[in-house]
C-alpha cells in the first residue's frame, strides 16, 4: 500500500505563490498516477494536476492550467517519489484543502477521485485578496 505525506501548505496572498509536496513511500511502479486534489468548504473534492511516473505526462483541470506544475522526482524508484505542485498566480478561489492521491493505471491519470486508493491527511492552502 502507498503512504502519501503532504506537506507546505501555508497562508498566502493573492498572486502569490507556494509549493506543495508529496512524498510518497511504498512499491511505486511507473504504471502509477500521483498528484492532487483539492476540496474546499461545501464543495465537492476536485482533481487539480496528476503526473504519470513512467512517461512524466501530466494531467491539469482547466482552472489551473498556466498557473500550475506539477513535478516528480526520484522517477525511476519504485519504492519511493516524491511529487511537488508549483502553484503560481494563486487566487482566493484555490483556497482548499489539497490531498495528494496515487493508483496504478494503464497509461493516462484520471482527474476523477474514485480512480485513486491511496490518499494522504491534506495540506491546507489559504489565498487572501
Known amino acids: 500500500r502507498v503512504q502519501l505525506v503532504e506537506s507546505g501548505g501555508d497562508s498566502v496572498q493573492a498572486g502569490g505563490s507556494l509549493r506543495i509536496s508529496c512524498a510518497a513511500s511504498?512499491?511505486?511502479?511507473?504504471?502509477?498516477?500521483t498528484g492532487w486534489f483539492r476540496q474546499a468548504p461545501g464543495k465537492e473534492r476536485e482533481g487539480v494536476a496528476m503526473?504519470?511516473?513512467?512517461?512524466?505526462?501530466?494531467?491539469?483541470?482547466?482552472s489551473v492550467k498556466g498557473r500550475f506544475t506539477i513535478s516528480q522526482d526520484n522517477a525511476k524508484d519504485i519504492t519511493k517519489s516524491t511529487v511537488s505542485l508549483q502553484m503560481n498566480s494563486l487566487k482566493p478561489e484555490d483556497t482548499a484543502m489539497y490531498y495528494c492521491?496515487?493508483?496504478?493505471?494503464?497509461?493516462?491519470?484520471?482527474?476523477?477521485?474514485?480512480?485513486?486508493?491511496?490518499w494522504g491527511q491534506g495540506t491546507q492552502v489559504s489565498v487572501s485578496s
Open positions: 511504498g512499491y511505486i511502479s511507473n504504471s502509477y498516477c
Open positions: 492521491a496515487a493508483g496504478a493505471s494503464h497509461d493516462s491519470c484520471s482527474l476523477t477521485s474514485g480512480t485513486y486508493r491511496s
Open positions: 503526473i504519470y511516473k513512467g512517461s512524466g505526462n501530466t494531467y491539469y483541470a482547466d
